[in-house]
């Protein structure tokens, strides 16, 4: 079976930083573009970056462009969060997803998401 299984959340004081993993399995990402969403208490989803070879990096939040990178790393087949100088606002359940070939794909898999909590 198909699925992307998110890693690596936890509780961070403010200013910190965590690396999130998303690992596929029963896929590969070649030809899927890998994008990460969160969903903040009492918020809509709504997605932070997302990237491919074809589109680069797009960030959808402008408040992570100088805080937070995405990679992949193909042979492991697995996309990293890297997030840096967490804020308050940062809490939320981050869920990992892969499109169809670009960022503005169908979303073909989601992940469970990991909960992320910034605290003072």
């Known amino acids: 079976e198909a699925q992307l299984v998110e890693s690596g959340g936890g509780l961070v004081q403010a200013g910190g930083s965590l690396r999130l993993s998303c690992a596929a399995s029963g896929f590969t990402f070649d030809g899927y573009a890998v994008g990460w969403f969160r969903r903040a208490p009492g918020k809509e989803r709504e997605g932070v970056l997302c990237t491919s070879d074809s589109d680069g990096t797009i960030y959808y939040v402008d408040s992570v462009k100088d805080r937070f990178t995405i990679s992949t790393h193909n042979a492991k087949n697995t996309a990293y969060l890297q997030m840096n100088n967490l804020k308050l606002e940062d809490t939320a359940v981050y869920y990992c997803?892969?499109?169809?070939?670009?960022?503005?794909?169908?979303?073909?898999?989601w992940g469970q998401g990991t909960q992320v909590t910034v605290s003072s």
């Open positions: 997803a892969a499109f169809i070939e670009h960022c503005s794909g169908p979303v073909d898999y």
